[in-house]
Every structure is written in C-alpha cells, then in structure tokens.
C-alpha cells in the first residue's frame, strides 16, 4: 500500500527535474528491500503522473537483489526462503557467524536514475 | 521533436529527508528527543503513552498525534495532562495514510518546544508506509500487539527493520490465544537482529516500568548520537 506515496514521490522527482517538457519515460532502481509491488507501483504512477508531464511516461523499473554483508566477511540476499513447515523466512542474521548488524551493499534503493523528456522547438528557443 | 535523457541520480525520497533534516534542527536546536512511535491500527500506542504519562519521571513528555481524522487520542492524552498536539492527515494532506517530514514540519509552530524534553510523534496506523518517511526523529520504535499473530515481523519486514525497539503489547491477552511468542521472538530476530524487545501489557501495566526506563534513556542517547 505505500506504492501511492512512492509513486507520488518518483512523480514529484522527476517534474523537478523535467523543467517543464514533456516526460516519456522515468528510470527507477529499485531495491528488493523497499518491499515495493512492480506493478502495483505501475498503476499508482500512472494515476499520480495525470495532470502532470509525466502524463502517459513510461515507468521503467530495474529491480535490485538485496545483498548484506557481515563483518566476518560473509555476503549473502536475505530472500526468503521456504523452510519445511510452510513459511517464507529471510535471514537478516549472517549465515556463518550469526551476527546481526549486517551492512546493506544491495537492496535498499528507491533512486531515479534518469529520466526522458521531449524537446520541442519551443524549448530549444 | 527529439528525446533528450537527463541524469537524475537521485533517491526519490530525498525531498522528504530534506525537510527531515531541517524539523530534525529546530527538534536539537529547543533540546528536544524526537521517538517516532509505530504500529498497526489497535496495537495499542495510545494506551501505551497514558501508561507512560503515569509513571514518566524526570523527563517531560509531549505528544504529537497523527490520524487520519479525529482527536480522540489527542482527548485520551489530555487528559493525562500531557501537552498534545493533533495533526490530522486529511487536512490538506490527502487522508494520508503515513506522517511524512512536511506534515510534522506543518505542525512544528503548535509545539510547545521549550516545555518538553521528549516528543513521541505517535504516527497513523499503518504497518506499511509510515517506515518509509523519517520526520527528523532521533529513535523509532513500534509496538505489535500478541493479538496481531506471530507471523508480522515476516510480512511487514519493513517496519520491523525501521524500528530499534519492539514493544510486544497485550500481554494479558495470552491466555485466550495460541500465539507461539517464542516464534514471534524469533520472527523478529530474523528479519531485525539488532532489534531491542520488550513483553509489556499497558493494560494491567507489566513490562511498563522497563518501557519506561528505555525511553526516558532516548534523550541522553539522542544527545549523544548529535554531539
């Protein structure tokens, strides 16, 4: 339910950046940590970019695997994995040396990386 | 016509760290410890802060309360004499479902700053987006209620990860349920292991005393942290 607001958020990023022209396109990596549903992001982007120049952009998501590392050197994606009696359970805790406080090197990003505007002959004025 | 592509490289929420940073300031610059208070709808927040207000020494209390609409919480925090201010999201926010940085900025002028030392933003309820938005707290913490189920921690990991401590509330409730606490112990272990924990009922008041002893100590560690 938070891909509203983080839609809302890439929208008001991207008008920032646009100065006024026309957007087609928003690149946006995202981590596997933000917890983020692709598609349910899609759909909110859509909605929030109406009334703005991001109208009809295309949203193009690269979607980034999550990656810890423990301070005994170990790196591991805390993906959940299915354990035998059923639930999906990620391991935020290093899978040798069981320390917590784990870095995170991978998965946390919300970036806008780029983003595509059209130029018009009015904006080369 | 032609596309150009333009560099942005930028975090999407920067905009509302920025504005984080500045309440963040104006919190240091009158000396006041920010908490930023979390849970699903019913956890038991409020209740929590009354038990609080009772048995908090030495450290004033205040309270900013985020819902959507109403000030029933605010009314019930009042009445403990503890200074509250109500923010209400659908007041030019959209019926937001989260507090972000420029709503309590929005409210910042309403707090009486200089007459309290600590400042729990009691956010909207919602397990999901308020982890997203810092509003320029020093420490956040959450509470998940026994009623809630064991599995939370692994479906809103989250806001789990966003809080250094979990006040498992309701704890006179056990009896009636099934909930396996040590699987949810290790359910929040797994997802936060640096996560600090404690079992509390803020109706019969156990575990209260400790929850009160950890938050009168988040000014002296905010004080440190920014020194």
Redesign the interface.
């Known amino acids: ?2 891909e509203l ?2 839609s809302q ?2 929208v ?3 008008v ?3 100065g006024g022209r026309k957007v ?2 928003v690149d ?1 990596r995202l981590g596997a ?3 983020v549903v692709p598609d349910s992001l899609r759909f909110y982007f859509e909605i929030v970019g109406r009334d703005t120049v991001c109208d009809g952009s295309d949203l193009e998501l690269e979607l980034i695997d999550a990656l810890l590392r423990c301070d005994c050197g170990r790196e591991w994606d805390p993906a ?1 994995v299915a354990t035998l009696d059923g ?7 290093c899978p040798d040396c069981g ?4 870095e995170t090197l991978a998965g946390d990003e ?12 009015a904006s080369h004025a | ?16 760290e920025t504005i984080a940073r500045a309440n963040r300031e104006d919190f240091d610059r009158h000396g006041v410890a920010v908490l930023n208070l979390m849970s699903a709808p019913g956890a038991g927040k409020t209740t929590l802060l009354e038990r609080t207000a009772e048995r908090l020494e030495g450290v004033r209390l205040g309270v900013l309360e985020g819902d959507v609409q109403g000030s029933m919480d605010a009314d019930r925090l009042a009445a403990k004499h503890v200074p509250v201010t109500q923010l209400n999201t659908e007041n030019g926010f959209g019926g ?3 507090l ?1 940085a420029n709503m309590v900025r929005s409210a910042i002028p309403a707090l009486a700053l200089d007459e309290v030392d600590l400042l729990v933003i009691e956010n909207v309820g ?1 397990l ?2 308020p ?3 810092r509003v320029g707290e020093d420490a956040r913490a959450m509470v998940t209620s026994v009623t809630e189920g064991e ?1 939370k921690p ?1 479906k809103y ?2 806001m789990f ?1 966003a809080c250094e401590m979990v006040v498992i509330n309701k704890l006179d409730l056990l009896p009636h349920l099934e909930l396996d606490v040590d699987r949810l112990l290790a ?1 929040i ?6 996560a600090k924990h404690l079992l509390v009922s803020a109706r019969t008041g156990e575990g209260i005393d400790e929850w009160v002893e950890w938050l009168a100590s988040v000014p002296a560690r905010a004080a440190l942290a920014s020194a």
Not at chain 1, 110 to 121: F, M, P, Q
């Open positions: 339910m938070h607001s983080i958020a890439i008001d990023t991207a920032r950046h646009a087609s396109r946006v940590l933000r917890q959940p639930p999906l359970i990620p391991s935020f805790r320390a917590g406080g784990a919300l970036r806008v990386e780029s983003i595509e505007v059209e130029e018009t002959a | 016509m032609h596309r150009t592509k333009i560099r942005v490289a930028e975090d999407a929420l920067d905009a509302n937001e479902c989260h972000d919602n999901v987006c982890a997203e938005f599995d692994l990991p989250l990860r359910n272990d797994t997802v936060n292991p640096d």
